[in-house]
Each structure stands twice: as structure tokens, then as C-alpha cells.
């Protein structure tokens, strides 16, 4: 099955992660931990006044704080590409960090 994951930043091409060639999907638990880490690690806050922090809200938010450079490093960018595609549940994803927006 094929699997990808598009981010696209303002004025950039789009960084396009295939996983076509990974040998297991990354475990749900194991996912949700990655995504918290990135989270914590890179100082983001949740897009939402309320606080409430839904996944794709936390997709969104750690692709914006990565930024283009973190995606240059393709270990880290794989890595993401796994926690989401699990984590959301679809093998493909397109991320509009421009537009805070996650489509499938």
C-alpha cells in the first residue's frame, strides 16, 4: 500500500515523505509518544484557546515548529511520517502549515 505524507510551507516546495519501503508500521503507542516528544521538545503550544490539543492539531503545530530545515534531515522527516500516517490512521496525508490544515 502506498503511503505519503505532504508538507507544504509558505514559499517552499512541498516536502513529499514516501514510505513505501518501511517494513512495519510504527505502533499507535509508540506513534503518540514520538508526537508528544517533538511537541514538548520544540516548545509548541496548542493551536486551540480552549487547550484542548486534538492529534491533527499536534501534527500541524510540530510540522510548523520544524519548519523546512528539520524536514532536510530525512531520518527525522521518516520518522514523522510514520507517527502520522499511524497516528491519524491514513497513509496519506497532506499538511498545509501556511493554512493550519490537514487533509487526507
Not at 86 to 101: E, F, H, K, Y
Request: net charge negative.
Amino acid at each position: 500500500m502506498r503511503s505519503e505524507v505532504t508538507v507544504t510551507f509558505k514559499s517552499q516546495p512541498p516536502v513529499r515523505i514516501e514510505l513505501h519501503d518501511q517494513p512495519e508500521p510504527m505502533p499507535p503507542e509508540a506513534a503518540r509518544r514520538w508526537l508528544d516528544e517533538q511537541f514538548t521538545q520544540m516548545g509548541c503550544e496548542p493551536l486551540r484557546p480552549t487547550g484542548k490539543l486534538l492529534t491533527a492539531d499536534k501534527v500541524v503545530v510540530v510540522a510548523e515548529a520544524a519548519g523546512p530545515e528539520k524536514f532536510a534531515d530525512a531520518q527525522w522527516a521518516q520518522a514523522f511520517a510514520r507517527a502520522v500516517t499511524t497516528a491519524l490512521g491514513r497513509p496519506m496525508v497532506n499538511i498545509d502549515v501556511t493554512a493550519l490544515s490537514i487533509s487526507y
